[in-house]
């Protein structure tokens, strides 16, 4: 047992768990009104992390906290399938606030009616993010990586594209971005693929995280066409 001492968690914070899990307990799932404690699920007390808290009742407290090391009958509940079943009982009660977004990569152009205009300079690569709520506001969390066939691109781009901002985007709006790439029409091959990582966080401030995929540009004189792939382990996806 940890001889840490306890520190009290944020208020905002216990606030934020007891609501993406609507008072239900983040492991046996049960309904649990007033009845629900917060777990720290490596064991210390001190840590309150929100990754390191889970709602959980009466009954799944005491269990997740029985285990005898010197007669390790059974299988204890580890820290992997305790936080995993967590974002389970999460992702139930905060999926009705989840709204959809579209991502699209291009060289040309669009106008407010998604309608395509000019062609932009070599390099200089639009991207239109579109809120597909028609009720609430969301924000979107985005990072892109690039590369010339596998070698990866140094990028200078702003905190909207690197994942450190978050995009505001309120019911139906489109926003008619863009950023640079280093390309080049001599390099050869002709090969370059835009991995996005995404996103949303919806009205409870939960973080949903999409799944990634690409955008490529193989012929010159063609466009970025999607593929619903990644080709690259990113070590950070957050």
């Known amino acids: 047992m940890s001889k840490n001492k306890r520190v009290a968690i944020p208020e905002e914070d216990r606030a934020k768990l007891l609501l993406w899990c ?9 309904e649990c009104t007033a009845n629900i404690e917060i777990h720290h699920v490596d064991g210390e007390p001190s840590n309150n992390d929100l990754d390191n808290l889970t709602p959980v009742c009466f009954d799944c407290h005491g269990e997740l906290q029985r285990y005898n090391p010197e007669h390790p009958v059974g299988t204890k509940y580890r820290y992997l399938e305790i936080k995993k079943r967590r974002d389970q009982i999460y992702e139930l009660h905060t999926l009705p606030y989840l709204r959809k977004a579209s991502i699209t990569i291009s060289k040309y152009t669009y106008n407010s009616k998604l309608e395509r205009s000019l062609e ?11 809120s597909l709520s028609n009720d609430i506001a969301i924000r979107l969390r985005l990072r892109i990586e690039a590369y010339h066939g596998v070698e990866q ?12 901002a978050l995009w505001n985007l309120n019911p139906s709006q489109i926003v008619l971005g863009h950023f640079p790439l280093p390309i080049s029409e001599e390099v050869k091959p002709f090969l370059y693929r835009v991995e996005i990582f995404w996103s949303i966080v919806d009205i409870l401030d939960r973080e949903h995280q999409m799944l990634p995929f690409s955008y490529v540009w193989s012929e010159l004189q063609g466009d970025w066409w999607f593929d619903p792939r990644v080709t690259h382990n990113s070590a950070d996806q957050s």
Do not use: M, N, P, Q
């Open 120 to 130: 932009r300079s070599l390099g200089d690569t639009s991207c239109t993010v579109w």
């Open 22 to 30: 609507h008072r239900h307990c983040c492991f046996c799932g049960k």
């Open 153 to 164: 691109l140094a990028l200078d781009i702003d905190d909207l594209y690197s994942g450190r």
